[in-house]
């Protein structure tokens, strides 16, 4: 009796051992494998889909929604998407190839900011963020448009807490980086020890096609911040400071995008943002500081607005957007005082440039940032720098 009662637990057993992966699988997805799956479902509802529509859809008995758009990659498309019960969202890429669509760079970014790398896209490279390519020098024009597939990079790691910037008091806070959109009727201000502003441009200069091409650059740096920050809203800015569940003081520090108008209520969340941005309100920031290139550029000052770190993306290929945005985040946008020369040096600008882009990384990098002083200007329009609600400066 007591082989028999042994014989049946040592089935019972590999019974269990063999049917648990079917049984509980789709509870041990690693981060390769929902980057596969998430590919496959993109590939499969690409042809199908129209852009910015949002569409359920169903796979392996999981579903969500998601939604396909532009891509600055000739024959592909970009998507965001996401599945009921599970926290945060996928992007990546989906490109023709035969009769129907290949996944390729797919991430997910979760909740607190961790990027998972997907699995193995076409050719064998790894769906990490893209690299970028040999950098051009300044220039007001606009680089081509990147035909060849993106390396792969892995995401550095979101910058660590003893790296955030210190408050005017003895011990120091960690500072949370978001996107906070920002009206007309809305002053920039600070809580937190500085902030940052996305600023956009619209030279009437530019023919058609450079217009078409700048949006869609555009849309990369949107898609980026939205990757790499989290959004909220004006009201939580004016506190400054938000108790977190744990009872930890975290500080806020705003990465602004003006506004001109509410937002739509369809299409992607880039193409809401980029239709209602403020264009009139960024030039004005930008003449008044005399930055005169197409852009985009990313600034974070002090309060006073009388110094400014900058970055010029004017000449930097498309692929180059999304690792610059990561530098942004990580080495720039929280730091204190990163608007001075004396901690900012040219040799910290390099190695933080060196330490995210890797082998990647050209000297020519080193052009798209600089340091902006309210010295450098005419008095007017010193006058004018410091203004929170961005007034032009008259001439």
């Known amino acids: 009796m007591k082989g028999r009662s042994s014989a049946a637990a040592f089935l019972a057993l590999a019974f269990f051992v063999l049917a648990a992966p ?3 699988g789709a509870w041990a997805q690693s981060p390769t494998d929902d980057a596969a799956f998430y590919g496959r479902v993109a590939e499969q509802y690409a042809a199908r889909t129209a852009p910015d529509q949002v569409v359920d859809w169903s796979s392996g008995g999981r579903s969500g929604t998601i939604q396909f758009g532009a ?5 592909c498309r970009s998507f965001e998407m996401n599945e009921r019960g599970q926290p945060g969202r996928t992007f990546g890429e989906v490109c023709a190839s035969g009769a129907g669509y290949a996944a390729a760079n797919v991430q997910t970014r979760r909740a607190g900011g961790n990027v998972e790398a997907g699995a193995p896209g076409p050719g064998g490279a790894s769906r ?79 023919t058609p096609a450079q217009q078409a091409r700048l949006q869609t650059r555009n849309g990369l740096l949107c898609a980026a911040l939205l990757e790499h920050f989290e959004e909220s809203t004006y009201a939580r800015t004016e ?12 500080a806020i520090r705003p990465v602004f995008w003006p506004l001109r108008q509410a937002t739509a209520r369809t299409g992607s969340r880039c193409s809401q943002l980029i239709g209602a941005y403020d264009v009139d309100r960024a030039a004005a920031i930008l003449d008044n500081m005399e930055f005169h290139d197409v852009g985009p ?26 690792p610059m945005v990561t530098y942004f985040r990580d080495r720039i946008s929280q730091k204190e005082d990163v608007w001075s020369p004396r901690v900012m040096t040219a040799q910290v600008t390099r ?45």
Do not use: W
């Open 71 to 75: 891509s600055a990659r000739p024959g």
């Open 128 to 206: 990490g963020l893209p690299g970028p390519g040999a950098a051009g020098g300044a220039s007001r024009g606009l680089p081509p448009p990147t035909p060849a597939p993106p390396k792969a990079e892995r995401p550095p790691s979101m910058a660590r807490e003893e790296d955030a910037p210190r408050q005017a008091s003895a011990s120091p806070r960690p500072v949370r980086p978001f996107i906070v959109t920002l009206s007309r009727t809305q002053e920039r201000i600070d809580r937190s020890g500085g902030h940052a502003i996305v600023l956009l441009t619209h030279p009437a200069s530019l």
């Open 297 to 322: 550029y990313l600034v974070v000052s002090p309060d006073d607005q009388r110094q400014a770190y900058t970055i010029n993306m004017t000449a930097l290929t498309d692929r180059q957007i999304r």
């Open 351 to 395: 190695t933080g440039l060196i330490d995210t882009f890797g082998n990647l990384f050209t000297s020519n990098l080193t052009a798209t940032v600089r340091l902006f002083d309210v010295s450098e200007l005419n008095p007017l329009k010193r006058a004018c720098i410091g203004d929170t609600f961005d007034a032009r400066c008259r001439r």
């Open 22 to 24: 079917c049984m509980f």
């Open 239 to 250: 506190v400054g400071f938000q108790k977190e569940k744990s009872g930890q003081i975290v």
